[in-house]
């Protein structure tokens, strides 16, 4: 810190920014720094029996968690997870944000019904798609004249919760579309017409460069969120479920242990192995960023 | 017609169609969940003939059944509360802090600042253990504070709330100044009334990130006496997940009080999702 002193206007911001700060920065401290430490910390003991405290044990729990089939295969089940949530979740949104940017009747009947998934609580969301999926009693089923087992088959059950998540994402994806298909100027697209563009070449040519960050923002927060994701798993594929193993996210796997079977150390050590995992992708999008998105 | 005029009234038509296809697709489950609630299980999962209408009369007394027998009242009640000491110090603490980053000039600003941006960078999935052990150690699992207790404070809010306070207008202060108000009175009485927008976005986001939240409600709060919506539905299906009709009212009920708040505040929640574009 300089010595130079300050100038009573300079005090004065100085103590008020300080007194604002104060309260959201000791919340960071307590309720989000420390906890990463200790989570990394607790990732390297063995978690006490009642009462007892943590055993530090090394590389142990992470030596189980990589050397563990488990721990991979939820990895892989959270990878094509995403493969199916991200690309499809966007490319429709992007389809329905675009058409409605037309001139339409009932346009806001339409955004509407399109954002409601995401007032829903997943858990309710997830509720009434395993009852759809049902095997016996379900609509699809029975409507369709099928009997698939739709999410206790370990082949189909990974595609089946993605649809769940593409269904559920859309409204959100196509609402951030919106708004950056609004930021494009109407000037770039009246020239186009005059000189006779068609519409998909002008989606091609003006929508898709200049949407791009638009489009980069979703692509990194939906990847993320894929990469995360729990409560739909949770809610439709049961502990019994034969399917699970080849389904369960890297979250799912996470709260087992660290929450139902109280193992906290080795679910400390999973969700390490996870935001390590993030870390990367980030990473890489990050890369990426630079040469694929378009900005004016 | 000519052709012009021909390709625009075509183009229009597939607009419509694929319009109303992905309205449907987007309908059937909350209509199939509403038709299966008014049934009786009987009906629900009864084959050969499959009915898509309740067959029986339209059972409206399931609603009824479950708000009883699963204690909605309270469930609603915790929710409500979660969801308004959330929205409460989400909005009191980041506008604070968002002013201060946005408007000040302290020593350490930037050091703090990118603590905040970082907070944002990592998995939340990481804070949770140490969360649930500190809920614990204080005595407040199966609480309304143990519920609130990791939303006490939000980089995101923060964020947000520092960009929305960096684009009001430099003279802002100097008038406020010039009038003699001190630094918390021009924040109270001038700057902050000028980003409501903002703080309705993160309202918003803040009421709606709690409202569907899972994992926390059930780590944190595992009787269905203290426990959230969310995690109430989780505990139901665990235990009665076979009776159909009592399951689709359920989750009916969990739901319907956010959807009417959304259809109200519309426009709200529309552009409090787009502005803020938090991650949900």
Same mark, same amino acid.
């Given at each position: 810190?300089?010595?130079?002193?300050?100038?009573?206007?300079?005090k004065?911001?100085?103590?008020?920014?300080?007194?604002?700060?104060?309260p959201?920065m000791?919340?960071?401290?307590?309720?989000? &720094?420390?906890?990463?430490?200790?989570?990394?910390?607790?990732? &390297?003991c063995?978690t006490? !029996?009642f009462?007892?405290?943590?055993?530090?044990?090394?590389?142990?729990?992470?030596?189980?968690?990589?050397?563990?089939?488990?721990?991979w295969?939820?990895?892989w089940?959270?990878?094509k997870y995403?493969i199916i949530?991200?690309?499809?979740?966007?490319?429709?949104a992007?389809?329905l944000?675009v058409?409605?940017?037309?001139?339409?009747?009932?346009?806001? %009947?339409?955004r509407t019904?399109?954002?409601?998934?995401?007032?829903c609580?997943?858990a309710?969301?997830?509720?009434?798609w395993?009852?759809?999926?049902?095997?016996? /009693?379900?609509?699809?089923?029975n409507?369709?004249?099928?009997?698939i087992a739709?999410?206790s088959?370990p082949d189909?059950?990974?595609?089946?919760?993605?649809?769940? *998540?593409?269904?559920s994402?859309?409204?959100?994806?196509?609402v951030l579309? %919106?708004? *950056?298909?609004?930021?494009i100027p109407?000037?770039?697209y009246?020239?186009?017409?005059?000189?006779?563009?068609s519409?998909?070449?002008q989606?091609f040519?003006?929508?898709?460069?200049?949407?791009?960050?638009?489009?980069?923002?979703?692509?990194?927060?939906r990847?993320?969120?894929?990469?995360?994701?729990? !409560?739909?798993?949770f809610?439709?594929?049961?502990?019994?479920n034969?399917?699970?193993?080849?389904?369960q996210?890297?979250?799912?796997? /996470?709260?087992?242990?660290? &929450?139902?079977n109280?193992?906290?150390g080795y679910?400390?050590?999973i969700?390490?192995?996870?935001?390590v995992?993030?870390?990367?992708?980030t990473?890489?999008?990050?890369?990426?960023?630079?040469?694929?998105?378009?900005?004016? | 017609?000519d052709?012009m005029s +021909?390709r625009?009234?075509?183009? +229009?038509f597939?607009?419509?169609?694929?319009?109303i296809v992905?309205?449907?697709?987007?309908l #059937?489950?909350?209509?199939? $969940?509403i038709?299966?609630?008014? +049934?009786?299980?009987q009906?629900a999962?009864s084959v050969?003939?499959?009915?898509?209408?309740?067959?029986?009369?339209?059972h409206w007394s399931?609603?009824? =059944?479950?708000?009883?027998?699963?204690?909605?009242?309270?469930?609603?009640?915790?929710?409500?509360?979660?969801?308004?000491f959330?929205?409460?110090?989400?909005c009191?603490?980041?506008?604070?802090?968002g002013?201060?980053?946005?408007?000040?000039?302290?020593?350490?600003k930037?050091?703090?600042?990118?603590?905040?941006?970082i907070?944002?960078?990592?998995?939340?999935?990481?804070?949770?253990?140490?969360?649930?052990?500190?809920?614990?150690?204080l005595?407040l699992?199966?609480?309304?504070?143990?519920?609130?207790?990791?939303?006490l404070? =939000?980089?995101?809010?923060?964020?947000?709330?520092?960009?929305?306070?960096?684009?009001?207008?430099?003279?802002?202060?100097?008038?406020?100044?010039?009038?003699?108000?001190?630094?918390?009175? =021009?924040?109270?009485?001038?700057?902050?009334?000028?980003?409501?927008?903002?703080?309705?976005?993160?309202?918003?986001?803040?009421a709606?990130?709690?409202?569907?939240?899972? $994992?926390?409600?059930?780590?944190?709060?595992?009787?269905?006496?203290?426990?959230?919506?969310?995690?109430?539905?989780?505990?139901?299906?665990?235990?009665?997940?076979?009776?159909?009709?009592a399951? $689709?009212a359920?989750?009916?009920?969990?739901i319907?009080?956010?959807? #009417?708040?959304?259809i109200?505040?519309?426009?709200?929640? #529309?552009?409090g999702?787009?502005?803020s574009?938090g991650?949900?």
């Open positions: 810190m300089g010595k130079k002193k300050m100038t009573p206007s300079q004065r911001q100085a103590i008020w920014g300080w007194l604002f700060i104060t959201t000791l919340g960071l401290i307590i309720l989000n &720094f420390y906890p990463a430490v200790n989570t990394v910390y607790q990732a &390297f063995k006490g !029996d009462g007892k405290g943590n055993v530090f044990v090394g590389f142990k729990n992470f030596q189980s968690v990589l050397t563990s089939g488990e721990t295969q939820s990895l089940n959270t990878v995403a949530e991200v690309p499809l979740g966007i490319v429709i992007l389809v944000a058409l409605l940017q037309k001139k339409l009747a009932g346009k806001t %009947i339409f019904l399109f954002f409601l998934p995401m007032v609580a997943p309710a969301v997830a509720m009434v395993k009852w759809l999926y049902n095997q016996q /009693f379900g609509l699809l089923n409507l369709l004249n099928t009997d739709w999410i088959d189909i059950a990974w595609i089946s919760v993605g649809i769940i *998540g593409v269904w994402i859309i409204g959100y994806n196509m579309f %919106i708004a *950056g298909l609004q930021e109407k000037d770039y009246e020239a186009a017409e005059i000189d006779g563009a519409g998909l070449n989606f040519n003006i929508t898709v460069p200049l949407l791009s960050p638009t489009t980069f923002f979703i692509v990194q927060t990847i993320i969120g894929a990469l995360t994701v729990f !409560d739909l798993m809610m439709v594929m049961d502990k019994t034969l399917a699970l193993n080849k389904t996210s890297i979250v799912y796997l /996470f709260y087992t242990y660290a &929450f139902t109280s193992n906290r679910g400390a050590a969700v390490v192995v996870l935001v995992f993030i870390m990367i992708v990473f890489i999008l990050q890369k990426l960023e630079k040469k694929l998105v378009f900005y004016n | 017609m052709s +021909k625009y009234a075509v183009n +229009k597939f607009t419509y169609i694929v319009l992905m309205a449907v697709i987007m #059937v489950p909350f209509v199939w $969940m038709l299966t609630a008014l +049934k009786t299980n009906e999962i050969n003939p499959f009915y898509i209408l309740p067959h029986n009369g339209w399931n609603f009824a =059944t479950v708000w009883k027998s699963y204690n909605f009242i309270t469930l609603y009640k915790n929710t409500i509360l979660f969801i308004l959330r929205v409460i110090c989400a009191l603490t980041a506008t604070m802090a002013y201060a980053f946005g408007r000040l000039e302290f020593p350490g930037k050091l703090m600042f990118s603590l905040v941006l907070q944002m960078m990592i998995p939340s999935q990481i804070f949770i253990i140490p969360q649930y052990l500190m809920v614990s150690k005595h699992l199966n609480t309304t504070a143990g519920l609130v207790f990791p939303g404070v =939000t980089a995101f809010g923060t964020y947000l709330l520092k960009t929305s306070y960096q684009g009001l207008p430099k003279d802002l202060e100097e008038a406020a100044a010039i009038d003699g108000c001190n630094i918390g009175q =021009t924040f109270l009485f001038i700057m902050l009334p000028l980003t409501r927008s903002a703080m309705i976005s993160l309202g918003i986001f803040t709606l990130f709690a409202f569907k939240d899972l $994992m926390w409600p059930m780590i944190v709060c595992s009787s269905a006496e203290t426990t959230s919506l969310s995690a109430g539905l989780a505990k139901m299906q665990g235990q009665y997940g076979n009776d159909y009709p399951m $689709m359920s989750a009916v009920l969990a319907v009080p956010m959807i #009417v708040i959304y109200i505040f519309q426009k709200q929640f #529309v552009e999702i787009a502005t574009g991650k949900l």
